[in-house]
């Protein structure tokens, strides 16, 4: 085995680790955007996503408050996971393309 057959399987290797760990990552964050309601002279603050193909609001509390500021920064940790799962998924494409090319074998990972 050449040393660039190693460097494509560990590389390899890599990126599937870090995919399931991003994955897990995604999965314990919330989904959906915050949604700021003015009722008054107050803002509410709300989740917004689509579940089963409908438009679900949940509500968080007003805004400023420890709970809302605390979904805010796991939505936004959850975007963050998600831009760098995509990259990393489309990394593995590469890997895995140059890898059949070559006529190197691996286990494709699974979702």
């Known amino acids: 085995m050449s040393a660039i057959d190693t460097l494509l399987l560990s590389e ?5 680790r870090n995919i399931l760990r991003l994955r897990a990552e995604c ?13 008054g002279h107050q803002d509410y603050v ?3 996503k689509r579940e089963n193909g ?6 968080l509390g ?13 939505l936004l ?10 990259e990393a998924e489309a990394q593995l494409g590469k ?3 140059i890898m059949k090319a070559g006529g ?7 979702p």
Not at 54 to 59: A, E, G, N, P, R
Not at 62 to 74: D, F, N
Not at 77 to 86: N, P, S, V
Not at 104 to 110: A, C, D, K, L
């Open 12 to 16: 390899y290797s890599r990126l599937s």
């Open 27 to 39: 999965s314990q964050r919330p989904k959906g955007s915050v949604a700021v309601k003015r009722r």
């Open 62 to 74: 007003k805004e400023g408050t420890w709970k809302v500021k605390g979904a805010e920064a796991k």
């Open 95 to 97: 890997i895995m393309k």
């Open 46 to 48: 709300y989740i917004v």
């Open 77 to 86: 940790e959850r975007k963050r996971y998600t831009g760098e799962l995509a």
């Open 104 to 110: 190197i074998n691996f286990v494709e990972p699974t």
């Open 54 to 59: 409908k438009v679900v609001t949940q509500y």
